[in-house]
């Protein structure tokens, strides 16, 4: 094939097929040098641009396959797997206002797209559109009612509108449909803890913690909510599981600090307050004004921790 050659739609359409058929196989930079070679002598022919488009994004080449997408959609306008190609390829580079008009292109001509309607929610909840965000979940959700993602973004995208009690139910569906998401887990219980249903929070948060035990955020909301219900041998339990995890967390420190002063054991109060300082000086100043170590405060070594310069 040389630049002089001119080909038939059998030709194009055996090219078309080897190319795409080199996608299948990951053979990524054959495709790329097929296309160009065969966009040279045929540059109108859209199933090359995509093939080449498909290759290059794959590659790593993002810029470069947005350009062939591009051209698809200029040759085949109605060609919605170009327009959503484009959109996830523009979406993958932060483009996110340009991957929203390319998605709406391919839902205007393929309007049963789930995967489009979850990605255009992805790319409105990444610019603030919240409100278009859960509409995008809802039409995904309408089409594909058991897509996990759909329903854990719309809780996020809800948590972000302080709709909290829509987004306790939307973490709940995709708990019913993947209930080992430590995540939707950890999420819903920091909804509850913030609603003040602190028992229904700990337990969401133990079912976080059994899926993965290492995620430290989850004991710090866990040890908050047991405090919140005066639980506080429970929570000094708690908060060593999160200083196992993490030996130089001054916020642990300090929150045990508190605890053990809230219970009159000064020693322990004071070893954790001395070693959150240590971590991070400002606890210093936010122990003066505590009126959890008012129980302490008179004690001499407190006011020697606090007052050092």
């Not at 739609?9 to 055996?14: G, H, L, M, S, V």
């Not at 160009?36 to 080449?52: G, S, T, V």
């Not at 080449?61 to 327009?83: F, G, L, M, N, Q």
């Not at 959503?84 to 206002?97: A, R, S």
């Amino acid at each position: 094939m040389t630049e002089h050659q001119e080909t038939t739609p059998n030709q194009d359409r055996t090219w078309s097929g080897f190319s795409e058929r080199l996608n299948e196989l990951k053979a990524y930079e054959q495709t790329v040098s097929l296309c160009e070679r065969a966009i040279k002598i045929n540059p109108d022919n859209h199933d090359y641009w995509y093939n080449l488009g498909t290759a290059l994004s794959k590659l790593g080449r993002y810029e470069k396959a947005i350009t062939s997408y591009y051209k698809v959609v200029e040759i085949k306008p109605d060609d919605h797997e170009a327009w959503y190609n484009l959109g996830v390829t523009l979406l993958d580079l932060g483009k996110h206002e340009k991957a929203i008009a390319a998605y709406d292109k391919s839902l205007a001509i393929r309007p049963d797209d789930h995967e489009a309607w979850y990605n255009l929610g992805v790319a409105l909840f990444s610019v603030g559109r919240y409100e278009k965000a859960v509409t995008a979940y809802d039409k995904a959700l309408a089409i594909k009612p058991d897509d996990h993602g759909s329903w854990y973004n719309k809780g996020n995208t809800l948590c972000k509108l302080d709709r909290q009690e829509e987004a306790i139910i939307s973490f709940g569906r995709a708990l019913t449909i993947k209930p080992d998401d430590h995540q939707a887990w950890y999420n819903r219980g920091v909804i509850l803890s913030d609603l003040g249903r602190y028992k229904k929070a700990i337990i969401s948060l133990d079912r976080a913690l059994e899926i993965k035990p290492d995620k430290s955020e989850a004991w710090d909301i866990r040890n908050a909510a047991l405090k919140s219900l005066n639980k506080y041998e429970k929570a000094s339990i708690s908060y060593n599981k999160v200083l196992e995890l993490d030996q130089k967390s001054a916020h642990t420190l300090y929150s045990l600090a508190c605890r053990y002063a809230v219970q009159n054991k000064i020693g322990q109060s004071l070893k954790n307050l001395s070693q959150a300082i240590n971590c991070a000086p400002q606890y210093r100043e936010a122990a003066e004004a505590d009126p959890d170590f008012d129980r302490i405060r008179s004690d001499r070594r407190f006011q020697d921790l606090v007052s050092k310069i």
